[in-house]
């Protein structure tokens, strides 16, 4: 199982940057895949997950109505959108994923699987 990450950057408030994932060694079908995001002095936030052949879709309070997630299931990708942008999004971000049902590792569980993760500055 692998999960590699891209797209972080540095970006002014307000601005948008999209993040991608892309997986291998497992069915997006049948695995979720997450995006957590780590920022200095904070804890871990899982802030949103795609799941299932439906993608069912979930989001944190906090991004809700800013960030979407979304997936390619021809390129085995993993896609979060992330407009309006403000400082305290600030953090590392990590796409995730796990072979067991999502209450037992999001949002405040420990996935099994996680990519490097990638770095987003929100700043002016």
């Known amino acids: 199982v692998q999960l590699q990450a891209s797209g972080g950057g540095l970006v002014q408030p307000g601005g948008s940057l999209r993040l991608s994932c892309a997986t291998s060694g497992f069915t997006l079908d049948y695995w979720a895949v997450c995006w957590f995001r780590q920022a200095p002095g904070k804890e871990r936030e899982g802030i949103s997950c795609i799941s299932g052949s439906v993608r069912s879709t979930d989001y944190a309070d906090s991004v809700k109505g800013r960030f979407t997630i979304s997936r390619d299931g021809t390129e085995n990708i993993v896609y979060l959108q992330m407009n309006s942008l403000k400082l305290e999004d600030t953090a590392v971000y990590y796409c995730?994923?796990?072979?067991?049902?999502?209450?037992?590792?999001?949002?405040?569980?420990?996935?099994?699987?996680w990519g490097q993760g990638t770095q987003v500055t929100v700043s002016s």
């Open positions: 995730v994923t796990d072979p067991r049902r999502r209450p037992a590792w999001w949002p405040g569980g420990r996935p099994a699987y």
